[in-house]
């Protein structure tokens, strides 16, 4: 019998620990085909955040690095400098990219680094017990907002791909999502070419991805898919920010 579907190369055979509903296994998966079809296990350095995905060292069969919190793209940007003819990408999700490690990515995009950062951003800190994050909505209750985010209190939120696109670094800029199939296809085709204008030496490249993290939220898993479809996209839209042209 022919086999249609099975667990890429580059993923290992390991039961992953998120949360029943959070889609950073989808997200895994997708970056692991991506580095299957492009043929580059052997030449890809991954490195991983802080925060869920801070073990993400142990899914990857490829090689991975563990940065401090929000240094990412720092470390990223050594091996790569190290390493040119490598792929290099970070992992991050909102808290690690766009609190603590905002100026690590502000500067590695303005600098033109030829990395790649696959940004998961699921509006909230999941680790640490569900804070609102620099990505929390307005009006999202978090257990440090509860009453709701307030901008007179708490300001807006930072929505990434619009203000990296700004920079003359930053090559290719796109956001996407992962709520239901159709997405999760353009998900992968963004990473990928994430990845081809990387090798082909562009410059700075990110995919933010819109996740879920339902234990946080409060909601079940179904519904959280819902919740992000309803609430994260009319604020967070989808498209490719910069480098929609772009030939590779």
């Known amino acids: 019998m022919a086999i249609v579907f099975e667990r890429p190369h580059a993923l290992k055979e390991k039961e992953l620990h998120y949360c029943p509903g959070c889609t950073h296994g989808i997200i895994h998966r997708l970056v692991a085909e991506v580095i299957d079809e492009l043929d580059i296990e052997g030449i890809t350095i991954g490195v991983s955040p802080v925060g869920c ?15 401090a919190h929000g ?3 720092a470390v990223a940007t050594g091996i790569k400098r190290v390493h040119p003819d490598n792929y290099v990408f970070t992992y991050q999700g909102d808290g690690d990219l766009a609190a603590i490690g905002t100026a ?22 999941g680790m640490t017990s569900g804070q609102m994050a620099p990505t929390t909505l307005v009006g ?9 985010r307030k901008p007179e209190i708490h300001g807006f939120p930072i929505n990434v791909c619009e203000m990296l696109s700004t920079l003359e670094g930053a090559v290719y800029v796109e956001r996407t999502s992962v709520h239901d199939v159709k997405n999760i296809k353009k998900t992968k085709a963004a990473i990928k070419k994430a990845f081809q204008v990387q090798n082909a030496k562009k410059g700075f490249s990110i995919v933010e991805v819109l996740s879920t993290c339902p234990t946080n939220w409060g909601i079940n898993p179904v519904d959280s898919l819902k919740w992000l479809e309803e609430n994260m996209i009319p ?8 480098g929609k042209d772009l030939e590779v």
């Open 53 to 67: 995905a801070y073990n993400n060292y142990e899914y990857f069969n490829c090689d991975m690095v563990q940065a």
């Open 71 to 73: 240094r990412a793209p």
């Open 104 to 125: 690590e990515i502000v500067h590695a995009a303005a600098r033109g680094e030829k990395i790649t950062t696959i940004f998961v951003n699921n509006a909230i800190y």
């Open 140 to 148: 999202q209750v978090t257990t440090t907002s509860p009453y709701g």
């Open 235 to 242: 604020h967070y839209p989808l498209g490719v920010f910069k």
